[in-house]
């Protein structure tokens, strides 16, 4: 791990280093529960490598952003919310509220979510 990845929070948690209720893995892909749910499923699903946000990994590794939108609907799945609906959401920058900045895809649902963002 480099030095810029050991300060990141889900390369830490993909290294065992920081405990996560983890709902899915894959060779390239890590799923955990949100520390801080906003819906009654809220799971995040991240590469296991480390890219900065969702565009940084779709152009370095467009197979592996296809395996989390994939991780996405199997999970959907196994939290029984497929049917009724969920929504998949990559925040992208400070403004649009990105904090954590490794690539990370929310998967939110269980209750009406509202319009467009929410
Ligand atoms: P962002 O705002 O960057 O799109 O999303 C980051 C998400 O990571 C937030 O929803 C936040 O609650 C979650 N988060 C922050 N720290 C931790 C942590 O240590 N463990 C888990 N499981 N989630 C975290
Ligand atoms: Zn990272």
């Keep these: 791990m480099s030095a810029a990845q050991a300060e990141c929070l889900f390369c830490r948690i993909v290294a065992g280093q920081i405990p ?14 949100d520390i ?7 799971v995040l699903v991240i590469p296991k490598e480390h890219h900065p946000h969702a565009a940084a990994l779709a152009a370095a590794r467009p197979e592996v952003t296809a395996e989390l939108v994939a991780a996405a609907g199997a999970i959907a799945e196994q939290e029984g919310i497929s049917e009724a609906g969920y929504r998949l959401l990559f925040n992208t920058g400070e403004q649009a509220g990105q904090t954590v900045f490794h690539a990370h895809l929310h998967v939110l649902g269980g209750e009406w979510l509202g319009g467009l963002v929410g």
């Design 20 to 33: 996560a209720k983890v709902v899915h893995e894959s060779e390239n892909v890590l799923a955990f529960r």
């Design 36 to 42: 801080n749910p906003q819906a009654p499923t809220h």
